[in-house]
């Protein structure tokens, strides 16, 4: 159990436009999300925590709205960077967790690349 | 203090040697406990996860978790080339709804053929 799909692997975008990133739980109902961000040699830092079906809780620093998660059904949840800058270019990562997951897995990173 | 302290190396071993990588923390709170695998350009693969002190094997890898120390290792025996990536610890407090994961820094092995 506990099979993630993440995409895309990569992106390259135009610094002002949105990207949305999707993290797919395969075989388990994700009730909670994590999503992380790590930069090159640096670990993961969390950047904000769903549960389906309410608002993302994020951690300081992150913002909002910039950072748009939807957690709408227990096997999707989408994380969209809008007005991208170049700063937001870095890995970013979902962990889902929930019934019948085993662990804390991940899905395979998105790299985001702003020009 | 952070939290969770680990040696980012890098550490180069030749091929076949044993790998042991560490991490320490600090609040006694957390007991769960994660080792990863992180390949460049790759999300964490989850290699051990523990929860009592002492030691839990799965192949060539072992965890071992000394809790009154705060103290957690993985071993890796007869290393391979394959087995050069970044590791991470990572750990959480029991009870419910405290799923937060909090890593180390990670460590980057070489295995040298």
């Known amino acids: 159990g506990a099979v993630v799909s993440q995409h895309p692997s990569w992106v390259i975008c135009k610094s002002g436009t949105s990207v949305k990133i999707e993290c797919r739980s395969l075989?388990?109902?994700?009730?909670?999300m994590f999503w992380y961000r790590q930069f090159p040699k640096q670990s993961l830092m969390l950047m904000a925590t769903?549960?389906?079906?309410?608002?993302?809780?994020?951690e300081q620093g992150v913002e909002k709205d910039k950072f748009l998660i939807n957690h709408a059904s227990l096997t999707l949840s989408t994380l969209t960077v809008t007005s991208a800058h170049p700063e937001d270019s870095s890995f970013y990562i979902c962990?889902?967790?929930?019934?019948?997951?085993?662990?804390?897995?991940f899905g395979s990173g998105t790299r985001l690349t702003v020009v | 203090q952070k939290e969770v302290e680990q040696d980012p190396g890098p550490l180069s071993v030749p091929e076949g040697a044993i790998v042991s990588l560490n991490c320490t923390y600090s609040?006694?709170?957390?007991?769960?406990f994660m080792w990863y695998r992180q390949y460049s350009r790759k999300g964490p693969e989850l290699l051990m996860y523990t929860y009592s002190s002492g030691n839990k094997e799965d192949g060539r890898f072992t965890a071992q978790v000394d809790k009154s120390s705060k103290y957690i290792s993985l071993f890796i025996r007869d290393s391979q080339p394959s087995d050069s990536a970044t590791y991470l610890c990572a750990m959480t407090a029991s009870g419910a709804g405290s799923y937060q994961l909090t890593f180390g820094k990670g460590t980057k092995l070489s295995v040298i053929p």
């Open positions: 962990s889902p967790h929930g019934t019948g997951a085993y662990g804390y897995t």
């Open positions: 075989d388990f109902q994700a009730t909670t």
């Open positions: 769903s549960n389906e079906g309410s608002k993302a809780t994020y």
């Open positions: 609040n006694s709170a957390f007991q769960y």
